[in-house]
């Protein structure tokens, strides 16, 4: 039987793993691991495992700004070899009970124009493209801005 998956805060001990996982799952903008650090402390920094495992299976960064009711996805993902079971879709919920429990109003992303799969991710879990920015990323890549009203 498949290990149950669990989703918790990182802690530092996680920062070379996610470092790692930055450069295997991203291109261009990565989290550097002092940005890693920094975003653990200050942040919402969400892993997830497999029970009685320290792998990390998939992660995301959301961040808040004071007197702000908006939060943003700023780094999300999982690795090749837990996708396509649904554990996106489940810490993506994580992020949104972490949005209401802060009277969040609005969930955002930027997400590769190219990146169909996360596209269809964020689409079946309720967010909407609200805008498209030519040459966001550090290699030229354009982003659709996303986002999602929280109840
Ligand atoms: C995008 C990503 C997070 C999806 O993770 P996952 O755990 O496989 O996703 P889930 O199993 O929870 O969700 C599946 C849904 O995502 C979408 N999806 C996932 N992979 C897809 C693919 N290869 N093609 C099209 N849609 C896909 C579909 O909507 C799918 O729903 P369906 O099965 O009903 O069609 C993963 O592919 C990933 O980490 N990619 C690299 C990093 C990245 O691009 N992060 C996003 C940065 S903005």
Known sequence: MRAKTFFAPAIKADVDQLAALEIDL???????????????????????????????????????????RKMRIYSFGIVPTARNLGIAGKLLEVLESIAVNSCCRMLTLEVGDGNTAAINLYKKHGFVQYGFRLGYYEDGGHAILMKKHIQ
């Open 26 to 68: 991203f291109q261009t903008d990565r989290c550097s691991k002092k940005s890693l650090r920094y975003l653990i402390q200050h942040a919402h920094v969400i892993v997830a495992r497999q029970e009685e495992s320290t792998d990390i299976l998939g992660y995301a960064v959301l961040l808040s700004r004071k007197n702000s």
